[in-house]
């Protein structure tokens, strides 16, 4: 079984910066891809930034030039480096990696528990 674990979540000042990160452990034998999303309360859960396993990344409009995502490979890691924080980024922020975990060709999603990001203003 895979687990994604997340941390680096807190309490934060507009303005201010976290950095999350998430390694990934288990049967993993490759991993396509592994992203951030985020739900607050009363809203869907959406899509924050993605990075698949050559280094192409996506961000949400909402964080472009704000949070930058990086991987380690060889740790099965993402981080997620949140610069100029707003009241709006506040939410749930949850690891997700798109692998294999053996060498059959299915792949499949696994999701962390979670990290609370909460920014006052």
């Known amino acids: 079984q895979v687990q994604p674990v997340e941390s680096g979540g807190g309490l934060v000042q507009s303005g201010g910066s976290l950095r999350l990160s998430c390694a990934a452990s288990g049967s993993i034998f490759s991993i396509n891809a592994m992203g951030w999303y985020r739900q607050a309360p009363g809203k869907q859960r959406e899509l924050v930034a993605a990075?698949?396993?050559?280094?192409?990344?996506n961000y949400a409009d909402s964080v472009k030039g704000r949070f930058t995502i990086s991987r380690d490979n060889a740790k099965n890691t993402v981080y997620l480096q949140m610069n100029s924080l707003e009241p709006e980024d506040t939410a749930v922020y949850y690891c997700?990696?798109?692998?294999?975990?053996?060498?059959?060709?299915?792949?499949?999603?696994?999701w962390g528990q979670g990290t609370q990001v909460t920014v006052s203003s």
């Open positions: 990075i698949t396993s050559g280094g192409s990344t």
């Open positions: 997700n990696a798109h692998l294999r975990p053996d060498s059959r060709p299915n792949t499949y999603r696994y």
